[in-house]
């Protein structure tokens, strides 16, 4: 667990525990990471689970690219996903578990949306597409005109009339589908009798 006190101006972007670390000074070991919108911290536990060694830097030390941060998810086939971060004093390989695969981009995603401007992260993400299906409506969306597709190719549009339940007016619509009555607004469905 995180044993760091945050500034009365900081707030926690993104934490995630029992990550290993190996950094290009030599410290390597088990632990948590967190990244603040003032500083990435990580800390190393102990054989007994407590918290043995703290490595902070300010988030001014990542290094960046146009304005991106040099934050990167790696996903090598048969192995841990990992994610390389830079620095001006080390590189840093933080090695998630194989089922925290989504949780390893969740941290990169994170990060770069959260430090770079609105215009960098938008071609950021476009570029990656790291969460193509993470808006509920866009979603919805996709599926909505997929089965669309499928229910149009499958039963094909037959004009169809019926007699509407509630004036007796002729309703005109595609067979299986509902339509509404011109003169009275009442929706039914047409059967084609």
Not at 103 to 132: G, R
Request: aromatic share 10%; net charge negative.
């Amino acid at each position: 667990m995180i044993d760091v006190k945050l500034d009365f101006d900081e707030t926690v972007l993104v934490k995630f525990e029992d990550v290993h670390f190996e950094t290009s000074a030599g410290t390597k070991g088990k632990g948590d990471i967190f990244v603040s919108n003032k500083r990435m911290v990580l800390t190393r536990e102990s054989l007994f689970g407590k918290t043995k060694e703290t490595l902070s830097f300010p988030i001014s030390e990542l290094k960046t690219y146009n304005g991106r941060p040099q934050i990167r998810y790696n996903d090598n086939p048969g192995q841990n996903p990992t994610v390389d971060i830079y620095t001006t004093r080390m590189q840093i390989e933080v090695t998630f578990e194989a089922a925290q695969r989504r949780d390893a981009k969740w941290f990169v995603y994170q990060v770069h949306q959260n430090l770079c401007s609105e215009e960098e992260f938008a071609k950021w993400d476009a570029e990656t597409n790291f969460f193509p299906a993470r808006d509920p409506i866009n979603v919805a969306e996709r599926i909505g005109g997929t089965i669309g597709t499928v229910l149009n190719a499958m039963m094909p549009q037959i004009p169809g009339t019926s007699n509407c339940s509630k004036c007796g007016s002729l309703v005109h619509g595609i067979i299986g589908r509902s339509a509404k009555c011109e003169f009275c607004g009442n929706e039914q469905l047409i059967t084609g009798k």
